[in-house]
């Protein structure tokens, strides 16, 4: 693409001639092949073949000037769609690192809930094999609590039954007491002998 703008180099012969050959065949001018040209000798020729007059020269000059114009004017708005098309890329790439940061930032956020899902299902975790533990420890405590309490209730019994052993034990051993005192004392009755005393009081 060449500019035609400020600063611009001048436009060749050569691009000149194709841009006037297009104005004229769309101003429907017919034309001959010329041949090969250089910048030395630029002609037009009927199609009888003849050089056109100087009127006929300065029409071509004439459409050659509103094909410049209108060259200008093209390139012109392809600058300005092109300024246009890099000015709403430039936006788009901006709305794009934009979503990407709030991706990021969505990403992070995310990343900071699992991570805090993650810690307290841990938590819960721990917390319910304390609890597990609790509870072993609780029926570990009862099994004691029965054990020590059947203990000591075998050992009541056996104390009871040894209590009425010796309270039966202790019974007899009060009737001999009572049998003795009584059999010494009629030893002494009026001179009376044991045995027949004994048959007497029987104990």
Same mark, same amino acid.
């Given at each position: 693409?060449?500019?035609?703008?400020?600063?611009?180099?001048?436009?060749?012969?050569?691009?000149?001639?194709?841009?006037?050959?297009?104005?004229?065949?769309?101003?429907?001018?017919?034309?001959?092949?010329?041949?090969?040209?250089?910048?030395?000798?630029?002609?037009?020729?009927?199609?009888?073949?003849?050089?056109?007059?100087?009127?006929?020269?300065?029409?071509?000059?004439?459409?050659?000037? #509103?094909? /410049?114009?209108?060259?200008?004017? @093209?390139? +012109?708005?392809?600058? =300005?769609?092109?300024?246009? &098309?890099?000015?709403? *890329?430039?936006?788009?790439?901006?709305?794009?690192?934009?979503?990407?940061?709030?991706?990021?930032?969505?990403?992070?956020?995310? #990343?900071? /809930?699992?991570?805090?899902?993650? @810690?307290? +299902?841990?938590?819960? =975790?721990?917390?319910?094999? &304390?609890?597990?533990? *609790?509870?072993?420890e609780l029926r570990a405590a009862?099994?004691?609590?029965?054990?020590?309490?059947?203990?000591?209730?075998?050992?009541?019994?056996?104390?009871?039954?040894?209590?009425?052993?010796?309270?039966?034990? =202790?019974?007899?051993?009060?009737?001999?007491?009572?049998?003795?005192?009584?059999?010494?004392?009629?030893?002494?009755?009026?001179?009376?002998?044991?045995?027949?005393?004994?048959?007497?009081?029987p104990s």
């Amino acid at each position: 693409m060449w500019g035609l703008g400020q600063g611009s180099a001048e436009v060749p012969r050569s691009t000149i001639s194709g841009l006037q050959a297009t104005c004229l065949l769309a101003m429907d001018v017919p034309l001959v092949d010329l041949g090969p040209t250089d910048s030395r000798s630029l002609q037009l020729k009927d199609s009888v073949g003849n050089t056109p007059e100087h009127p006929q020269l300065q029409k071509s000059a004439d459409v050659d000037k #509103k094909c /410049v114009e209108h060259t200008r004017e @093209a390139i +012109q708005t392809e600058r =300005l769609a092109e300024e246009r &098309a890099a000015a709403n *890329l430039a936006a788009a790439l901006s709305a794009l690192d934009q979503q990407t940061q709030s991706f990021r930032a969505l990403g992070g956020a995310h #990343k900071y /809930v699992c991570d805090e899902y993650v @810690a307290m +299902q841990k938590k819960v =975790l721990e917390q319910g094999k &304390a609890y597990d533990r *609790l509870q072993d420890e609780l029926r570990a405590a009862k099994r004691t609590i029965l054990d020590e309490r059947a203990r000591h209730l075998n050992e009541l019994e056996r104390a009871t039954s040894d209590s009425d052993v010796l309270t039966a034990e =202790l019974h007899a051993a009060k009737r001999e007491l009572g049998g003795v005192r009584t059999q010494i004392t009629c030893a002494f009755c009026d001179g009376e002998s044991f045995a027949t005393h004994a048959i007497q009081h029987p104990s």
